[in-house]
C-alpha cells in the first residue's frame, strides 16, 4: 500500500498529525491576512481600516474563504518539512494565484467588496507577498531542520566523501544525502571530467577536474570515501582509472544501484554498494538472450553433472529461474551436496530439484539414471580443475574429466537426450599441464561424437577462464590471506590470466545450450587478460592496507604445470561471429570418432590399469601434439613425437 505523501511511519498519533496539517493552514491564513494589510499599505490604502466595519466586511471574510478553499484543494498543508522542496512552492503558488484571481474577478463583479479604484494593485502585491510569506515559511522551516540534523550528525561520525559526476545523477544523490540522516557521509566536493562545470558548485558544493587536482582536493577535504553517481556515460576504461586513482590515496569507493532504482526515485542510502573486483575487469558485464535461456529450459528435465560446485550450483540456480520441468543435480561430494540440498530446500520440497549422489566416472550408476528419467538436457561441470594436484595424480585427472565425460556423452547419445553442453576451460588451448590436457581429450572426444553416424543429440562445449569466487581460485585464497594480515602469494610478478564472474559463466553455458546446433566450441570475448599481480595489489588496497607496507606481495614461483598466460584458441583454430558480439564459435579440427574413441579407451585403460604417471603423460601428449609441459618432471617427454594420434 502507498502511503500519502504526509505521513511518517512512527512519527506521531492520527491526532498529532492533524493537529500538525490545522497548523500550518492556520499559519498560512494568517499570512494571507497579513499580505493583504501589505497590499493595501503599499497602495495608500490604509485608510479602507479606518472603516471599522470593513475588518468584518464580506470581501475579507470572502478572501479568506478564497485562500482557504485554495490551500484545500492544493493540499499545501501536507508537507513533510525536511522533503519540503519545488513540488510544495509549485502548488503555494497555484493555490494563491487561483483564489488571487478568482477574487479580482469577484471584484469586478461586485465592486463594493473592496470600495477603491486600485483592485488590481492591492491583489497583485498581496498575491506577491503572500507567495513570499508562505514558501518562506516553508524554506525557514526546513533551513531549521537542515541546520538540527547536521548539527546532530555532522560530528567525527560523518565521513568525508567526494562525488564522482556532477550531472543530475550526482545531484540526485547528494539531495538524497542531504534528505537521509542515518547514513556516514559528508559530501565535501565534486568531480567531474566535463570542462563546463569545472570551478562551478552544485547544490553549494564545489566541482573538481580529477585529472589536475585529485590529490590536491584529497589533501585539502581529507577525503575518504567516494561514490561513483554517472550513468551509461561513463566508460569502462574511465570507470576503472578513477577507481585505481582512489586506491592509490585509500579511499573506498561505492557505486550507485543501477540507473533505473533513480530513475523511479526510489533511491536509499543503503543501497550504495562497495566496489567488488568484478567491477575492476577491463570490459563491461556479459549479458546474454534470457528469452532463449527460458525457451529452451523450460518444461524440460535437465541433469546438471558437478551440481556441488561452484560453476554446477550457479547453472542448477539459473535453471531453476526458468521453470523446467525436473532439474536432476549429481555431484559424488557427500558434504558439498548437502550444503547444496539445503540452499535450495523450497524447490525440492516442490519437487522441482532432485540432488543425486553418483559418480561420473561409475557408468552403470549414470546409465540408471538417464533409464529412470527422461533426459532433455544435460549440463556437464563435473570435473578436476587443481591444475598443481592434477599433475601428482594424472590417472585421477583421466578418471574423471576423460573417463567421467566418455561416460557422460556416449550416454546423452544412446538415450537421445537433446542436447549434451560441456564446461571446458581455456588451459585446453596449448595445454601445458595435465588438466588442461585431460580437459582437451575430452573436448575431442564431445566434438567427435557429434557428427557419429546415428547420434541425434548435439554436442556442445564451452570454453571461458578463470571464475572469480570459484571454490580454489585466487580471489578466496587472497582474502583469506589479508584478513590474516599475511603475504599474499602470487607465483609470477608477471602471470595473468582470463577472468569472469560466476554467474555470467554460467549464461554462457545456458546460452550454448540454447544457442548451439552442435559441434561447436563457444568462447567468450573476455577483454583484456588481467595481471594476477595487480590483482593482489588492488585487493590489498580495497581492503584499506598499503601494499608492500602494511602487507606484502610475495612471488613463490610458478607451480608445476602453471604457464604465464592463457589463450582461448590454439594455433590452429579460428573464430566465427554468433548474433551475441561477445560470443565466438571457434573453428576446431575435425577428428575421426572411430579412432578417437580407440585412443581414449587406451588411456582410460592405462589409467585404470594402474600405469606409471609418465607413461599416461605421454600417450596424453601423442593424443594432443601441442600439449607442452611447463615447470613439470614431464617437459622431458616433450620431444619431437612422430605418428601423433591428434
Known sequence: MKLPLHYLPGSGTAVSGTASKVMILAIDLFAALMSFSFGLLLTDNMGLLNQGIFIISTGLVLLLSLR?????????????????????????????????????????????????????????????????????????????????????????????????????????????????????????????????????????????????????????????????????????????????????????????????AWIQNNLQVDKLRDIKFEDLLNRPPITLSL?????????????????????????????????????????????????????????????????????????????????????DYVFHAAAYKHVPIMEDHPEEAIKTNVQGSYNMARLSSEYKVGKFVMVSTDKAVNPSNVMGASKRIAELYVQSLNKRSGNETQFITTRFGNVLGSNGSVIPIFKKQIEKRQPVTVTHKEITRYFMTIPEACQLVLEAGSMGKGGEIFIFDMGKPVRIYDLAKKMIQMAGFTPGEEIEIQISGLRPGEKLYEELLDNGENTRPTHHQKIKIASVRECDHNSVTIDILRLIDLASDGAPPRE???????????????????????????????
Open 68 to 260: 482557504a478553499l485554495s490551500f484545500y484543494l492544493f493540499k499545501t498543508y501536507l508537507i513533510i518539512i525536511r522533503f519540503a522542496g519545488l513540488k510544495d512552492a509549485r502548488n503555494i503558488f497555484l493555490a494563491v494565484l487561483t483564489s488571487s484571481l478568482t477574487f479580482l474577478l469577484a471584484t469586478y463583479c461586485f465592486p463594493t467588496l473592496l470600495n477603491t479604484d486600485d483592485n488590481w494593485k492591492i491583489i497583485l502585491v498581496d498575491t506577491l507577498a503572500l507567495i513570499a510569506l508562505a514558501g518562506g515559511f516553508r524554506l525557514t522551516l526546513r533551513s531549521l531542520a537542515d541546520l538540527n540534523r547536521g548539527r546532530m550528525h555532522n560530528g567525527a561520525s560523518r565521513i568525508n566523501t567526494v562525488i564522482f559526476g556532477a550531472g543530475e545523477l550526482g545531484a540526485q544523490l547528494y539531495q538524497v544525502l542531504k534528505q537521509n540522516v542515518n547514513h556516514d557521509y559528508r559530501v565535501m566536493a565534486y568531480f567531474d571530467d566535463n570542462q563546463k562545470v569545472h570551478k562551478k558548485h552544485l547544490n553549494g558544493i564545489p566541482v573538481y577536474n580529477p585529472g589536475k587536482c585529485f590529490g590536491e582536493v584529497v589533501k585539502k577535504y581529507n577525503i575518504k570515501t567516494a561514490i561513483i553517481a554517472i550513468g551509461p556515460s561513463l566508460t569502462e576504461e574511465r570507470r576503472i582509472a578513477f577507481i585505481d586513482q582512489c586506491l592509490e590515496h585509500k579511499i573506498k569507493v561505492k557505486k550507485v544501484p543501477v540507473t533505473e
Open 616 to 646: 599416461i603423460v605421454r600417450y596424453m601428449k601423442d593424443l594432443v601434439p601441442e600439449f607442452t609441459s611447463q615447470n613439470s618432471d614431464f617437459e622431458e617427454l616433450d620431444r619431437p613425437r612422430t605418428g601423433s594420434k591428434g
Open 291 to 375: 528469452n532463449a535461456i527460458e525457451q529452451s529450459i523450460k518444461g524440460k528435465t535437465i541433469l546438471v553433472t558437478g551440481c556441488a560446485g561452484s560453476i554446477g550450483k550457479e547453472i542448477v540456480r539459473q535453471c531453476l529461474r526458468f521453470e523446467p520441468h525436473l532439474l536432476i543435480g549429481a555431484d559424488v561430494a557427500e558434504t558439498p551436496l548437502a550444503e547444496t540440498a539445503l540452499s535450495f530446500q523450497e524447490q525440492i520440497k516442490a519437487k522441482r530439484l532432485k540432488t543425486v549422489i553418483a559418480d561420473v566416472r561409475d557408468e552403470e550408476r549414470m546409465r540408471r539414471l538417464f533409464e529412470s528419467h527422461c533426459i
